[in-house]
Each structure stands twice: as C-alpha cells, then as structure tokens.
Nanobody
Framework: QVQLVESGGGLVQAGGSLRLSCAAS????????MGWYRQAPGKQRELVAT???????NYADSAKGRFTISRDNAKNTVYLQMNSLKPEDTAVYYC???????????????WGQGTQVTVSS
C-alpha cells in the first residue's frame, strides 16, 4: 500500500505564492509518476502538473509559466511551487501517484486526501 501526505495549502492573496508538498510512503516501484490535480466546487477534477521518475514534466495550460513541479526521489516527495496565484486557482489540490513494477505492467494509482488552496481577490 502507498500513503500520500500533503501539506502546504492555505489562504493567500491574489499574486501571492504557495508551495505544496506531498510525501509518499509504502510500496513504490521505481517506475512512477507523481503529480497534482485540483477540483474546484462544482467542477471536475483536473490535471495541474505531473512529473515522472525520469523528471519529465507536464503542465496544464493554466499552470504553465506560474507553477513549477519538482521532486526529491530520495524522499519520495513531490512539490508544487505556485506563483502569481489567481482567484480561479482556488480549489482542493490532490496529490497523485502512479506506479508499476515494469514497463509491461499495469499502473496502480493512489490519491492523497487533498489540501485546500484559497486565493482571495
């Protein structure tokens, strides 16, 4: 089993910054991808950014240029630095981990419990 523990959410004014962290523990294979998704009230959960174990990154258009995802493999931790925050970034942010034993195996996916980010105008 895998556990994901998120931290770093909170209330910030528009234009401000926050840094989210997600620490993973448990049975994590070397082939994995970690990332952040968010869900605003009344909306579907959406991708924010992901990073693979090979440090390949992917960002939603809304995050490009403002958010940076990074990871510390030794700590199994992923970070999301969010700058120039906007009220529309307000959402619950969820940490996600996908992992598989080898390149032919199926992916197993895990979710954190979520952390609230609120950006006031």
């Amino acid at each position: 089993q895998v556990q994901l523990v998120e931290s770093g959410g909170g209330l910030v004014q528009a234009g401000g910054s926050l840094r989210l962290s997600c620490a993973a523990s448990g049975s994590i294979f070397s082939i994995n991808a970690m990332g952040w998704y968010r869900q605003a009230p009344g909306k579907q959960r959406e991708l924010v950014a992901t990073i693979t174990s090979g440090d390949m990154t992917n960002y939603a258009d809304s995050a490009k240029g403002r958010f940076t995802i990074s990871r510390d493999n030794a700590k199994n931790t992923v970070y999301l630095q969010m700058n120039s925050l906007k009220p529309e970034d307000t959402a619950v942010y969820y940490c996600n981990l996908k992992t598989r034993r080898n390149n032919r195996g199926s992916w197993t996916e895990y979710w954190g419990q979520g952390t609230q980010v609120t950006v006031s105008s």
